[in-house]
């Protein structure tokens, strides 16, 4: 995977952040996407978002925190069927979990999530639909988005840029006051793991 740099992210979760909305679009553009997404999530880490959208395996781990900010660096982004190595080295260390046993040099969607996470008693596995409104501002990515965790509906929005100075800006014109809250921890407290 080529070299991406690490984005700093501020996200509120809320029941209704419609209000919100509203100032984005005073803003900028809003590009719509939908998407379902397979979350896992490890019982010993809150440090790694890992997710399958649209058939790719997508990790990204926490490797700083900055005034309130979140730094997020992805480290994999893989079509199944997913490699042994990848599995072994990438997707369990990330989530902090010993890999298991792995007989073959890869695996199917299918044969990952019920032949190997669901196998993990340290992983949940979360099933999440999205609808993005999407914008760009100045340097910023900004969204704001319906959620359904687990069938537990919840508005969110972020805001994400490399330029950690931007995205405080912008989170200080959306007069945001609410404390960051990453996908992670929020579907950890749904889960009752908060």
Partial sequence: MPEIKPRFEFR??????????????AMGQAREAKSAETYLISKVTERCNAKI?????DIKVLVAEDRGLEQWKPILKAGFPLSQ?????????SLQIVAPTLV????????FLQGVVRREPKIAVVEVTKTRYQYS??????EYSQITINGVPRDTVAVESTDADAVL??????????????????????????
């Fill in 12 to 25: 509120i979760w809320a029941d209704s952040l419609a209000p919100l909305r509203i100032k984005l679009d």
């Fill in 53 to 57: 959208r649209a058939e790719l395996m």
């Fill in 85 to 93: 190595l990848d599995i072994a080295n990438q997707v369990f260390p």
């Fill in 104 to 111: 073959k040099s890869a695996y199917t969607y299918d044969e």
């Fill in 137 to 142: 501002i100045g340097v910023c990515a900004a």
């Fill in 169 to 194: 800006e912008l989170v200080s014109k959306l007069d945001i006051h609410e404390p960051n809250v990453s996908y992670i921890r929020e579907i950890r407290r749904i889960l009752g793991w908060a």
